[in-house]
C-alpha cells in the first residue's frame, strides 16, 4: 500500500488513479480515501488522488496536537511534492474544504481551482454541538448492519437505500467481536474539542483567497454544517461561483447525486 512521509516523518497512506488532471480529494473530519468511492466511477480524464490524513484510516496516528488544519495542509502539499505535481485542483468534503482554503491562502500557485462540499466559511453551531457528541467514541452497534439501519433511521437524507448505509457505514467503521468500532485516532477527540473551546476564528480571509480560481461549492439541503445564510454570502462574495443545493441531503452529500455531479463536471470543464 503506497504511503509517503509528512514533513515530519509520519507515514501517510495515499491512492492515485495516475492518469488525467490531478484532482487532489479531502475527505471529511473524521474519515478517509473511501469518502470518494461513490463519485470515482463518474469522473472520467480526471486524475484521482486521496489521502487519509494523519490519524485516520492506514496512516499514521501522531497524536492529538498534530491533528490540526495547519499540519493537514502541509500533508497535503507533501503528497503534492511525493507525486511530482505542481498543481492540482482540490474537492474538499468538510474539513477538506476548509484545508483547501488554507491552502489558498498559503500555497496558491499549487491550486488549479477548488471544489467545497458542505462546508464554507463559517461553521454552524449546530454541526459543531453535534459532532462532540460522538467523535472519538466508538459507536454503539453490534454490527454493520445495526450501524447502517442506524444511519437509515437518522434525519437529513431521503431516498437512500439501506443498501447504500451499509456500504456508507464500512468507510469509516470496523466491525469486530466487540462490536463496531471507530477506526481513526480517538485522541482526535481532544483536538477537535480544544478547537470549540478556543475563540472562533475569522475564516472569510480564507474564503476570499479563493479569489481567482475556478469555484464550485454545493450545499446540502439539511445541512447542520453550512448555513442558508453562509452559503448566500459565499455567492456574494462569488458570484461566478458554481453553486448548487443537493435536496435531499445532510451533511454531507454521497457526490454522485445528479445535482453533485452536473455541478462537479461544469467545474471541471473549467479547468481543462
Not at 474539513?95 to 491552502?103: F, K, N
Request: one cysteine or more.
Amino acid at each position: 500500500m503506497p504511503h509517503f512521509l509528512a514533513p515530519d516523518g509520519a507515514s501517510l497512506y495515499y491512492e492515485d488513479s495516475e492518469t488525467g488532471l490531478p484532482l487532489l480529494c479531502l475527505s471529511g473530519l473524521t474519515r478517509n480515501a473511501r469518502d470518494f468511492d461513490f463519485l470515482a466511477p463518474h469522473l472520467d480524464g480526471v486524475r484521482m488522488i486521496r489521502m487519509d490524513y494523519r490519524g485516520r484510516g492506514l496512516s499514521a496516528w501522531t497524536g492529538a496536537g498534530t491533528y490540526t488544519i495547519p499540519t493537514e495542509s502541509q500533508d497535503a502539499l507533501a503528497l503534492l511534492d511525493h507525486l511530482g505535481l505542481d498543481r492540482a485542483a482540490i474537492l474538499g468534503t468538510s474539513r477538506g474544504g476548509l484545508i483547501a482554503m488554507v491552502l489558498a491562502a498559503t500555497a496558491k500557485d499549487r491550486l488549479l481551482g477548488v471544489a467545497l462540499n458542505d462546508v464554507g466559511p463559517e461553521v454552524d453551531s449546530a454541526g459543531i454541538a453535534s459532532i462532540a457528541t460522538y467523535i472519538g467514541i466508538d459507536p454503539p452497534y453490534h454490527s454493520f448492519d445495526e450501524a447502517a439501519a442506524a444511519r437509515a433511521a437518522a434525519p437529513g437524507f431521503a431516498d437512500v437505500p439501506l443498501s447504500r448505509w451499509r456500504q456508507e457505514v464500512t468507510h469509516g467503521l470496523a466491525e469486530t467481536p466487540d462490536g463496531v468500532k471507530i477506526t481513526y485516532d480517538p485522541a482526535l477527540r481532544d483536538a477537535v474539542l480544544a478547537g470549540v473551546d478556543a475563540p472562533t476564528p475569522d475564516l472569510w480571509p480564507l474564503f476570499a483567497a479563493l479569489e481567482g480560481l475556478p469555484l464550485a461549492a454545493l450545499r446540502a439541503e439539511h445541512s447542520d454544517i453550512l448555513a442558508p445564510a453562509t452559503f448566500a454570502r459565499m455567492q456574494e462574495v462569488f458570484p461566478n461561483m458554481i453553486a448548487r443545493l443537493v435536496p435531499g441531503r445532510g451533511h454531507v452529500p454521497f457526490l454522485d447525486e445528479p445535482t453533485s455531479l452536473a455541478a462537479l463536471k461544469d467545474w471541471l470543464e473549467l479547468l481543462q
